[in-house]
């Protein structure tokens, strides 16, 4: 059963940055499409990004676009997501997720993931 562990969450200050990173147990995690997700405290769980299976193709929740990069090192089984500009309403527990199929292309919906890593917590002060 796949693993995934998720690390670089942290308290950072509004305009700051982080860089999350998520790592994949197993030799297939290079053939799946990767995404992560926040849930804020009394929110539902909401999409953040996500990425093909060779890193090709990504996409963004609104909120988060032009300011969160996802990006992934299949050799390291590794998947990342740096983000700038940080907003105190970014602060959520993040979640990484592996796709329920194999290859695939990035998707928003919760329910197309069926592998989820622990969360890290960001949390942003203004």
């Known amino acids: 059963q796949v693993q995934l562990v998720e690390s670089g969450g942290g308290l950072a200050q509004a305009g700051g940055s982080l860089r999350l990173s998520c790592v994949g147990s197993g030799r297939t995690f290079g053939i799946y499409a990767m995404a992560w997700f926040r849930q804020a405290p009394g929110k539902e769980r909401e999409f953040v990004a996500a990425?093909?299976?060779?890193?090709?193709?990504?996409d963004y929740a609104d909120a988060v676009k032009g300011r969160f990069t996802s990006s992934r090192d299949n050799a390291k089984n590794t998947v990342y997501l740096q983000m700038n500009s940080l907003k105190p309403e970014d602060t959520a527990v993040y979640y990484c997720?592996?796709?329920?199929?194999?290859?695939?292309?990035?998707?928003?919906?919760?329910?197309?993931?069926?592998?989820w890593g622990q969360g890290t917590q960001v949390t942003v002060s203004s």
């Open positions: 990425i093909s299976w060779r890193g090709g193709s990504t």
């Open positions: 997720a592996r796709s329920r199929g194999l290859g695939g292309s990035p998707s928003r919906r919760g329910d197309d993931y069926d592998a």
